[in-house]
């Protein structure tokens, strides 16, 4: 299922070996380093780590590293900026928190299908606020995202079935 996942994923990413392939090869290349690390957050839970302390180190981390950017390319922000930056950060540590609390109860393999749609959102909210038209290509990739992950729901929830009524 994850496998189809990353097909429909590269159908909206369509890879070419040209410069403008960079940003889309960062995502994939994070997209690995977050499956690896939600590996290991699921370790952790079934060692029973706090699953906010987690949070509390990979925010950390993250500060750390974005720090000497900030420090040496400062610019002042405007309310505005500043109002969009704590909604952000804000959205963000909620989904950090949840996204951790997840991987720390269930296996990576029953959850991380169903990141793959963090593409149809960006495809959304892309259309709505930047007036993106996905062409016929990347409608296929949402569509092999979709049907993947409702596949994948179904098939875990019969298994689920099948084994409630085996007792």
């Given amino acids: 299922a994850v496998f189809m996942a990353f097909v429909g994923a590269m159908f909206v990413v369509k890879p070419t070996f ?12 994070g997209g690995c380093g977050a499956g690896l690390a939600y ?19 990979f925010s950390t981390f993250s500060t750390l590293c ?3 950017y900030l420090i040496f390319n400062y610019t002042p922000m405007s ?7 704590v909604l952000c950060g804000a959205s963000a540590a909620g989904g ?24 149809i959102f960006s495809a959304v909210l892309g259309f709505l606020f930047l ?9 296929i990739g949402y569509v092999i ?14 298994d689920l079935h099948k084994t409630k009524m085996d007792k």
């Fill in 39 to 57: 590996t290991y957050v699921r370790k952790l839970g079934m060692r029973g780590e706090n699953s906010m302390i987690v949070v509390l180190f």
């Fill in 96 to 119: 950090q928190i949840f996204i951790t609390k997840a991987y720390s109860y269930a296996p990576a393999k029953e959850i991380s299908v169903y990141d793959f749609s963090i593409v």
């Fill in 131 to 139: 007036n993106q038209v996905p062409d016929w290509i990347s409608i």
């Fill in 66 to 68: 974005t720090l000497p």
């Fill in 145 to 158: 995202i979709i049907g993947t992950a409702i596949a994948k729901w179904y098939y875990m929830n019969r």
């Fill in 18 to 29: 040209s410069v403008t392939m960079l940003p889309a090869l960062a995502g994939v290349i």
């Fill in 79 to 85: 309310a505005k900026q500043w109002m969009y930056l």
